[in-house]
């Protein structure tokens, strides 16, 4: 079993290293290049933009938090299940947001997108580190997830609802990663202890 503590010397793993992103049917921007701007959310082709770079930074989160169950854990069993169960949220995130692409004819590589997120996270060499910067992408999304369910209301409901109910699981999200920046003993029995 991987500790924290464990030294690495040649040959052997940090527990800290993240394996290579595995990005599905997402397209990567070249490296070194930004992705495109986002076009204007009046139109089907804006919507599309922010479904994509949504769900493209749901399956970052998504693996970011598998990575932080084994290599950031510890012995502790209850930060593991909470990171596992934050997985699967992000997963069913991601999930939402493919299929509202998916209805709506739209390309998810019809623009390429940027793996930052997941570098960033997969950075992290302590709990308090990776805490850090998961409640700060969390808020982000969360922030801009309340925007679009604004902007999007009269244009597409559907899609405003989606981001709007995404946003507030994020707000769940955040709380978790404040528990443990405090240093807050986090009781995770289940999935709902999220929510
Ligand atoms: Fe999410
Ligand atoms: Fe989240």
Redesign the pocket.
Known sequence: MKTLMSPSGPGSVSPFSAPPLVVGPFRLADPGRRPPAMRALDGLPGIGDRLRVAAFA?LQ?RDAFQWAADALAGDSVVLRKAWLALAR??DR?LGWLLDRMDALSLDVRGRPVSPELYGALTSSTSVVDFAGLMASAEER?RVAGERFETRLRDVDPTTAALFGQ?AR??AA?IRLAERLLRGDEVFFTDDSDLL
């Open positions: 749901e989160a949220a992000e995130h999304g995404i699981e994020e999200h």
